[in-house]
């Protein structure tokens, strides 16, 4: 299961990457992956409590900003959905899509230069979430 965090979160930055092709870049891209269990610095959202953090990342592409964070917990997909819903809008973001299919929620929110997206399902009977935060260059 692990591996399919790791493959996840590669596919992500990737995907980061490639969407920014085209477009003027002033500085190489900067990634870092992280296995440690803690999430990228500045992270805009609060981690669930008792989230084990499996593997996060960052990185630059075009002036963007791009953050993601992939944990398991034993809390149900509901709550964990519930929670960061409440979050975003705690935190002033304006939720643009709120959505549960066949038990894989997503809910997503924008707030200035930010877009969040939460992903929430069950996996090998955990609950997963994967949280991307991108925010554009100034």
């Known amino acids: ?3 399919d965090f790791v493959r996840l979160a590669i596919l992500l ?3 980061s990457a490639v969407s920014s092709c085209g477009h003027e870049n002033k500085q190489a891209p900067e990634f870092a992956v992280s296995t440690e269990g ?3 610095s500045g992270f805009p959202l609060p981690m669930y ?3 084990k953090i499996t593997i996060s990342s960052s990185n630059t592409a075009s002036g963007a900003q791009n953050k993601m964070v992939n944990f398991t917990c034993t809390d149900s997909a509901e709550n964990v959905s519930r929670y960061y819903r409440k979050q975003l809008l705690s935190g002033n973001w304006k939720i643009d899509r709120d959505i549960n299919a066949n038990g894989t929620m997503m809910v997503t929110g924008k707030k200035g230069n930010q877009r969040a997206t939460v992903n929430v399902s ?3 009977g955990k ?3 994967t949280i991307v935060i991108n925010q554009e260059g100034p």
């Open 13 to 15: 930055i990737l995907g």
């Open 122 to 124: 069950v996996l090998a």
């Open 38 to 40: 803690t999430a990228p």
């Open 127 to 129: 609950t997963a979430c």
């Open 49 to 51: 409590q008792g989230a």
């Open 1 to 3: 299961m692990r591996d």
